[in-house]
């Protein structure tokens, strides 16, 4: 299913977790991918829980490709592969 009409995007990179949101009611340390050029962008699994999911958690410390939806520093992803 689309994520409202979005473009389908493809990226790779090391998967880290972060602080994220620190000062908020939402802050927590979540799952990053850090593409080759240093961007670091916020992976959540299409559907799964944004803040603990174990599916997305389990891709930490690898690189991987991953496919989904880019809404601003966040990928809501569809697929993931491991490649190293």
């Known amino acids: 299913m689309a ?3 979005r473009k389908l995007v ?3 990179g090391t998967v880290t977790e972060s602080p994220l949101r620190r000062g908020t009611g939402s802050a ?3 799952v990053v991918l850090v593409t080759p050029d240093g961007e670091r962008i ?3 699994r299409h559907g799964g829980n944004p803040f603990d999911d174990a599916q997305t958690r389990s891709l930490v410390g690898k ?3 991953v496919k989904g939806y880019r809404i ?3 990928l809501r992803f569809t ?3 491991v490649v190293d």
């Open 79 to 81: 697929e993931a592969e």
């Open 63 to 65: 690189t991987v490709v």
């Open 42 to 44: 916020v992976l959540t």
């Open 3 to 5: 994520d409202s009409g």
């Open 72 to 74: 601003g520093n966040e």
């Open 28 to 30: 927590h340390v979540g």
């Open 10 to 12: 493809t990226l790779r």
